[in-house]
């Protein structure tokens, strides 16, 4: 990988992870980037992988992880929710003034702590699972859900987006955690319980730039919750 690249690059290790709705945003704002798969990280490995360490020897990793978003200036950015702002700060997807850019970091931090508590049944035990899938799934998810369609409702008719008038990084993220809900087999919760969410999720993926993100070849497979 030459550190000559006229494009910016998104580096992270094998699979979605956090930097799937760094991803999105970037499909739906058209932009073209270098995605650099790391290799897949084993957790338990005191080095992850090579490519990774040669990233930490040369100095780009602040914090010593992934993701890692460089320009072709030097700049570099890592945190998934900094990288994510970014992108969208950069791309016309935060929003049309400070009061809509809040609105969108609201989202974005609801989006993470529900995707955080999903995410959490794939290192379960048995015994640990049998406990918080109820919980979870029957519990927090509801609530969640019924808190993004309350929200989306009241951004005017319901029918559009999430704050303002136009799409913006709100949209992606909240997209980003139903499609892991339609990934796992929840689409009949979304269908009976929550309308407005269900169709939000239709229109997102028909937007010309993000369907073709979603039926690319290239892209990782979905995160299975309860297998891993």
């Not at 809509?100 to 048995?126: K, Q, Y």
């Not at 136009?166 to 689409?187: K, P, Q, R």
Request: hydrophobic share 40%; proline share 6%.
């Amino acid at each position: 990988m030459s550190d000559q690249s006229s494009l910016p690059r998104l580096s992270y290790f094998t699979g979605r992870g956090v930097a799937e709705k760094i991803r999105l945003a970037l499909a739906e704002s058209a932009t073209e980037y270098e995605d650099i798969d790391l290799g897949k990280f084993d957790v338990k490995a005191k080095e992850k992988t090579p490519p990774f360490e040669e990233l930490k020897r040369a100095g780009k990793l602040a914090f010593d992880k992934v993701p890692l978003w460089e320009e072709p200036d030097g700049f570099r950015v890592v945190q998934s929710l900094a990288i994510l702002r970014h992108v969208a700060r950069t791309r016309g997807l935060y929003g049309a003034n400070p009061r809509e850019s809040a609105a969108c970091d609201m989202i974005i931090e609801g989006v993470e702590e529900v995707t955080a508590r999903a995410r959490s049944l794939t290192s379960l035990s048995p015994d640990q699972l049998g406990e918080q899938l109820p919980i979870i799934l029957g519990e927090e998810l509801p609530q969640w859900l019924g808190h993004f369609e309350r929200v989306l409702t009241n951004n005017g008719s319901g029918d559009g987006f999430f704050v303002g008038t136009a799409v913006s990084v709100a949209d992606t993220s909240v997209f980003g955690f139903l499609e892991l809900l339609v990934d796992n087999g929840l689409m009949e919760v979304l269908e009976n319980n929550y309308p407005r969410l269900r169709a939000f999720f239709e229109r997102m993926s028909q937007r010309p730039n993000l369907a073709r993100y979603i039926a690319s070849p290239k892209r990782n497979p979905p995160v299975q919750l309860l297998n891993g």
